[in-house]
Each structure stands twice: as C-alpha cells, then as structure tokens.
C-alpha cells in the first residue's frame, strides 16, 4: 500500500518568516493533495496537483509537484499567525476507487 | 450552498453498543468517502461511494463497520458492538465526480467509546 511521509512533523516559525513542507510518496502519484486542519476541525482543501511540475499558488501558498521524485512541497511565504495548523498531503491511488492515503501532517506554529 | 454536514458532532458511547454517524454531503456531489482521524494511526480511507456503483470496503476495519448511502445523498457509517479502539474522529467528504475531484470535508463525529 502506498504511504506518505511527511517533514517536519512539526515546526514552530517566527511570524514573517518563510517556511517549507515536504511530502514523499513511497509509490508513483496520480494526484496530489493538500488541506490544512485547524485543531478540533475538520479539514480545508488548499491544493491539488496531478502533473508532473505542476505549481499552484494561493495567496501565500505554493505547492509543487516532483513526479520523478515522488514528491510535493509545500511552500509558505511571509508567514502569519492564521497559517497555523495541521498540514497534511492526500494522494490518490491508481483508479482512484481507494480513497486518498494520508501523511501523518506538520504541525506548524507560528510564532509572533 | 451549504458544505458536508456530519451528526452528531460528539458521540459518547459504551463498549458494546452500536452506533450510526450520519453524513450529507454537498448536493450534487457523486462521490462520498469516509476517513477515520485518531492520534495513533493519522487519517485513514474507510469506505468510498461513486454514484450507484457499489462501495469500494477496502478500507473497513472490521466487519463490525459497514456503511450505505440512500438515494445516492445521505450516508450513514454504522459501528457494530463498539471497542474502545473504535474511539476517533471520523469524517465524511464529497466530490463532484471522483477521486481526480477535491474532496471537501465536513466537520467530522468525535466517537468516545468508554
């Protein structure tokens, strides 16, 4: 079965600072995801990528995709205390009928 | 319109006991899944609904889980005989069409098993 790592598990940032988010795929990926959780909550769709160096932005927020590498970052710039949270990828099995595998998340706080 | 709502929010059962956690998901949407959330184990896939077809189970724990969808709208994840590792949050999502689709996410059922 597929697996996800991701790194950091956690990172705690000064506000303003720009910060990092890795996701490898132990298997080729067909899509994918990012969401974001705030503790308590349930979770927010941010990005998804299915190409291979794809790039998508969202306010402050870049995501990548590494097909070759198996792999995604994502990328926070200028940080602020709303980007904190559970940040986790999602990826997509072949066919897609098994629902998304899960990475385990980053803990990110930032810190004023 | 409205997102993926999920009851109850909290769900405070005895061991043994069953339960049913009931999702809507957004109107339109084909595609329902299931996830399960708990400290140890991150968020893992229980169960997939694709319009009519029948439900990709791969996921299901145990045959102490099963899961329908009526009509194609609402689902209901029933947990028979509850044990304490059943104890997590467990969340609903829906997509347009399919896996390829964002999955939006509701707010999720806090299931207590004591």
């Known amino acids: 079965s597929q697996e996800l790592e991701q790194s950091p598990q956690s990172l705690i940032v000064q506000e303003g600072k720009n910060l990092t988010i890795n996701c490898t795929s132990s298997k080729t990926l067909y899509g994918l995801y990012w969401y974001k959780q705030k503790y308590g909550e349930g979770l927010i769709f941010l990005m998804m990528l299915q190409k291979g160096g794809e790039e998508k932005s969202h306010e402050k927020i870049t995501a990548k995709l590494d097909e070759k590498k198996q792999q995604s970052s994502l990328h926070i710039t200028a940080s602020q205390p709303s980007h904190a949270g559970i940040y986790l990828c999602g990826a997509a099995g072949r066919g897609g009928a098994d629902g998304l595998t899960f990475g385990k998340g980053t803990h990110l706080i930032i810190q004023p | 319109g409205a997102g993926v709502s999920q009851s109850p929010s909290n769900k405070v059962t005895e061991k043994g006991k069953d339960v049913e956690l009931r999702c809507d998901p957004i109107s339109g949407h084909t595609a329902l899944y299931w996830y399960r959330q708990s400290l140890g184990q991150g968020l893992e896939f229980l169960i997939y609904?694709?319009?009519?077809?029948?439900?990709?189970k791969s996921g299901l724990p145990s045959d102490r889980f099963s899961a329908e969808r009526t009509g194609g709208s609402v689902s209901t994840l029933t947990i028979q005989r509850t044990q304490q590792e059943d104890s997590a949050v467990y969340l609903c999502?829906?997509?347009?069409?399919?896996?390829?689709?964002?999955?939006?996410f509701g707010p999720g059922t806090r299931l207590t098993v004591t």
């Open positions: 609904f694709q319009g009519n077809s029948a439900p990709d």
């Open positions: 999502a829906s997509s347009s069409r399919g896996w390829s689709y964002e999955q939006y």
